[in-house]
């Protein structure tokens, strides 16, 4: 018996689509049927991208956002419900990390870290949150109530890590946001659910993990292995599913074990 999750006549909104795992989200949502709009801020990237989604007969469609920006959220998702149609599933994916001890890190290093990780989430989620509400309580328009929210947190958001403890303290809130936002939400059909990744290998990273550094970081992990974009495919597709209705306020390791 074979089972397959099909997302046809859903959008999709995934920020930070330009790179890393939003493209590899991007790319997976759109194969299983989904409308997908790529939010980010290096448009040529992802003009690139919907350029390979419709290559494989994928419905793709950019828009620009920056999610420290609260005017360039609201037009962002705005835009993307007038050219694709009310958004069902929202992956909130845009991240940044520094490495310093924490002694060292200045006002801006904090800033920077959590008016994206944090802030910008949950802005994000909000603005996309009150429109999913709005249909789920008749006052706005479309035809499918309730939604998907994915919010993309961190193993480190649940283990203490050295040396990007404030990258950890980001994640960690966006962990209890994802919990509030499901008990608040829940009751109208919007789940909202966390996914939090260790170690991925991404085209941002990839030489970190030749240099002599990555390796004995490699070799700490539990099965001395960091994983693959593709590694998050099946978990993201659960909890996209129009079937994954009994899942809402999950915080679902995707570490390989790292954070027990």
């Not at 099909?6 to 995934?14: F, H, M, N, T």
């Not at 801020?41 to 690139?48: Q, S, V, Y």
């Not at 929210?149 to 480190?156: K, L």
């Not at 109208?188 to 550094?213: F, K, S």
């Amino acid at each position: 018996m074979s089972y397959q999750i099909d997302l046809s006549g859903r959008v999709a909104l995934v920020t930070g689509a330009s790179s890393g795992l939003g493209t590899q989200f991007a790319k997976t949502l759109a194969s299983a049927g989904a409308a997908v709009v790529l939010a980010g801020r290096n448009m040529e990237r992802l003009k690139t991208l919907r350029a390979e989604i419709e290559g494989d007969d994928g419905d793709a469609h950019v828009v620009s956002l920056d999610v420290t920006d609260i005017d360039s959220i609201k037009a962002a998702v705005a835009h993307a419900e007038t050219e694709m149609g009310t958004i069902d599933i929202l992956v909130n994916n845009s991240g940044v990390s520094t490495q310093q001890k924490l002694t060292d890190v200045t006002e801006d290093d904090f800033d920077f870290i959590f008016d994206i990780n944090t802030r910008g989430a949950f802005f994000v989620a909000q603005e996309v949150g009150k429109r999913m509400l709005g249909r789920a309580k008749g006052s706005a328009p479309g035809t499918f109530t309730g939604g998907r929210i994915v919010n993309i947190a961190s193993m480190a958001g649940l283990k203490a890590l050295s040396q990007i403890g404030i990258y950890s303290m980001s994640k960690a809130a966006v962990i209890h946001m994802t919990r509030a936002m499901a008990l608040e939400w829940g009751k109208h059909g919007i789940n909202v659910n966390a996914i939090c990744p260790g170690y991925i290998e991404t085209e941002m990273n990839h030489r970190q993990w030749l240099t002599d550094a990555g390796k004995r970081l490699i070799d700490t992990l539990p099965r001395k292995r960091i994983g693959q974009p593709q590694d998050l495919d099946a978990v993201l597709m659960m909890l996209c599913a129009n079937e994954s209705h009994f899942i809402n306020g999950a915080v679902i390791q995707a570490d390989d074990g790292h954070a027990l």
